[in-house]
Nanobody
Framework: QVQLVESGGGLVQPGESLRLSCVAS????????MGWYRQASGNQRELVAR???????DYADFVKGRFTISRDNAKNTAFLQMNSLKPEDTAVYYC???????????????WGQGTQVTVSS
């Protein structure tokens, strides 16, 4: 059993920045991929960015150089630095991770509870 907890969301004005954090907990053996997804009101959940254990990254087109994903393997933590935020970035942001954990070393596709990001003037 594992848990993911996001933090760092909030209300900001257009052009400002936020830094989201995601911490994985449990008896963790490995985390192959950590990623960020978002879901705006009335829309489907979409990939924002993801990063592998080897630090290979993948970004959605709408990031356009504004967002950066990173991870601290020693702390089982992923970050999403969001710069030049736009109103259309408003959404609930979810952390996702593929985690090998527990006595039997099972593989879990884990999701956090989400953190609200609102960009408004």
């Amino acid at each position: 059993q594992v848990q993911l907890v996001e933090s760092g969301g909030g209300l900001v004005q257009p052009g400002e920045s936020l830094r989201l954090s995601c911490v994985a907990s449990g008896t963790i053996f490995s985390i192959s991929v950590m990623g960020w997804y978002r879901q705006a009101s009335g829309n489907q959940r979409e990939l924002v960015a993801r990063i592998t254990s080897g630090a290979v990254t993948d970004y959605a087109d709408f990031v356009k150089g504004r967002f950066t994903i990173s991870r601290d393997n020693a702390k089982n933590t992923a970050f999403l630095q969001m710069n030049s935020l736009k109103p259309e970035d408003t959404a609930v942001y979810y952390c996702n991770a593929i985690i090998e954990a527990g006595p039997a070393r099972r593989v879990y596709n884990s999701w956090g509870q989400g953190t609200q990001v609102t960009v408004s003037s």
